[in-house]
């Protein structure tokens, strides 16, 4: 079965800074990647999705994030945080195969001003 | 679309009581999932749904916890009799085609045992 782990279960950045959130994946077969963002007190939504077009995935509100087969790795990035970027963001990985999609413990990201 | 509309928003009741929350998927969407989060444990799936049938029910902790989903449009999940330990925010979600698809999450039920 895949299964996926988010390195860091806090991140915290300087606002203007660099957003990193690291995600690798285990699967047997070609996945589909995603990630998600909660806000506090809501449910989580889709920022991005991999389904095996292009690496780079452009997402929501300036995210994006590259597929890399050879590291496993599916991280989020975005080039400037902004202060409304803070919340808990949540990796997945789903078996096309088996119907079947995990998610990750998430990583609750912190813009300081 | 209105999205995943799940209901109430806040449930605060006592030990022992039964509670049901509700959950409208979005419209043609064929799956139908019941999640728990937790600070100690995260997301949890409880349940999934296809086509109104339950596929897999092995994240339900206990008998004390049922779903139903009676037709395509409703959902309940209900706890009898509840515990302290049950107290968590609740989402439904729903996808399209398959559970491998993105999945669509209502706002949630924060319900609280005391």
């Known amino acids: 079965a895949q299964s996926v782990t988010q390195l860091g279960s806090h991140v915290s950045v300087s606002e203007g800074a660099l957003v990193l959130l690291r995600c690798n994946y285990s699967?047997?077969?070609?996945?589909?990647l995603f990630w998600y963002v909660q806000y506090p007190n809501q449910g989580l939504q889709l920022l991005l999705k991999?389904?095996?077009?292009?690496?780079l995935v452009k997402g929501i509100n300036g995210f994006e994030a590259e597929f890399k087969k050879s590291e496993t790795s599916f991280h989020l990035t975005k080039p400037s945080a902004h202060m409304s970027d803070a919340a808990e963001y949540f990796c997945?990985?789903?078996?096309?195969?088996?119907?079947?999609?995990?998610f990750g413990a998430g990583t609750r990201l912190t813009v300081k001003p | 679309d209105a999205g995943v509309i799940q209901s109430p928003r806040h449930e605060v009741t006592e030990m022992g009581q039964e509670v049901t929350l509700r959950c409208k998927p979005i419209?043609?969407?064929?799956?139908l999932f019941w999640y728990r989060q937790t600070m100690m444990r995260g997301l949890e799936l409880l349940i999934y749904?296809?086509?109104?049938?339950?596929?897999?029910d092995s994240g339900m902790p206990e008998d004390r916890f049922s779903a139903k989903m009676p037709n395509a449009s409703f959902s309940t999940l209900k706890i009898q009799p509840s515990e302290p330990r049950d107290s968590a925010v609740y989402f439904c979600?729903?996808?399209?085609?398959?559970?491998?698809?993105?999945?669509?999450f209502g706002p949630g039920t924060r319900l609280t045992v005391t």
């Open positions: 979600a729903s996808s399209l085609f398959s559970r491998s698809d993105e999945q669509y």
């Open positions: 699967s047997s077969v070609p996945p589909y």
């Open positions: 991999y389904t095996s077009a292009a690496t």
């Open positions: 997945a990985v789903s078996d096309r195969g088996n119907n079947d999609m995990r």
């Open positions: 419209s043609g969407h064929d799956y």
């Open positions: 749904f296809n086509n109104n049938v339950p596929i897999d």
